[in-house]
């Protein structure tokens, strides 16, 4: 028998996230920054799962951001305040983030 113990590089997937994440690529498949209705509606889901997230550990929505792995959130936390990571990060804003600010 073998026992797997590196579980700080990377864990099996529970069966229901495999299912809902193969649900989610069939059905929302589209470009969530397009402005066409298969962007739009990924962007909806992506935002719902946000919200799901920050509902799951009492923070607000605006405070989850989604990245494709670590590098991609380091090079977000080391930027200065203001200055987005460096070009072929990626890590991006939600849509119209940058706009409330100002």
């Given at each position: 028998?073998?026992?797997?113990?590196?579980?700080?590089?990377?864990?099996?997937?529970?069966?229901?996230?495999?299912?809902?994440?193969?649900?989610?690529?069939?059905?929302?498949?589209?470009?969530?920054?397009?402005?066409?209705?298969?962007?739009?509606?990924?962007?909806?889901?992506?935002?719902?799962?946000?919200?799901?997230?920050?509902?799951?550990?009492?923070?607000?929505?605006?405070?989850?951001?989604?990245?494709s792995g670590g590098t991609a959130?380091?090079?977000?936390?080391?930027?200065?305040?203001?200055?987005?990571?460096?070009?072929?990060?990626?890590?991006?804003?939600?849509?119209?983030?940058?706009?409330?600010?100002?």
């Amino acid at each position: 028998m073998q026992i797997y113990l590196d579980y700080s590089a990377t864990t099996p997937t529970h069966p229901q996230v495999i299912e809902r994440v193969a649900t989610i690529l069939q059905h929302h498949w589209g470009n969530p920054s397009s402005l066409h209705t298969w962007g739009q509606d990924t962007a909806t889901v992506i935002e719902m799962a946000r919200e799901q997230v920050a509902g799951l550990i009492n923070a607000n929505s605006d405070q989850i951001i989604f990245t494709s792995g670590g590098t991609a959130i380091k090079l977000k936390l080391i930027s200065p305040p203001g200055k987005p990571p460096k070009a072929g990060s990626n890590v991006k804003p939600r849509p119209n983030q940058d706009k409330e600010k100002k």
